[in-house]
């Protein structure tokens, strides 16, 4: 079964950090461009951060600086390290390689 899980979601206060990650199964992520998007309440689900096969990372305006995005390829896993939190960046956070396989995502909520 192709599947994408993630975890690491949760309640963080205003400055802090979180590592979201993605597990990978039936699916090799390191010959796939995978990326992290994120859909906060009330709005559109917009990336947050893409990774190629090649090595090529981009982010949103919003995010860069704070996140990054690694990949583990033995382990098939794809991370998310997000730092200086803030409020906006309470959503949804979904794993996916787009534009067809999608996690099912994990929540993360920052509070002031």
Do not use: H
Request: net charge positive; charged share 15%; with cysteine.
């Amino acid at each position: 079964q192709v599947q994408l899980v993630e975890s690491g979601g949760g309640l963080v206060q205003a400055g802090g950090s979180l590592r979201l990650s993605c597990a990978a199964s039936g699916i090799l992520l390191r010959l796939k461009t995978v990326a992290w998007y994120r859909q906060g309440p009330g709005k559109q689900r917009v990336l947050v951060a893409r990774s190629t096969s090649g090595g090529g990372t981009n982010y949103a305006d919003s995010v860069k600086g704070r996140f990054t995005i690694s990949r583990d390829n033995v382990q098939n896993m794809v991370y998310l390290q997000m730092s200086s939190l803030n409020p906006e960046d309470t959503a949804v956070y979904y794993c996916a390689v787009p534009p067809l396989l999608w996690g099912q995502g994990t929540q993360v909520t920052v509070s002031s």
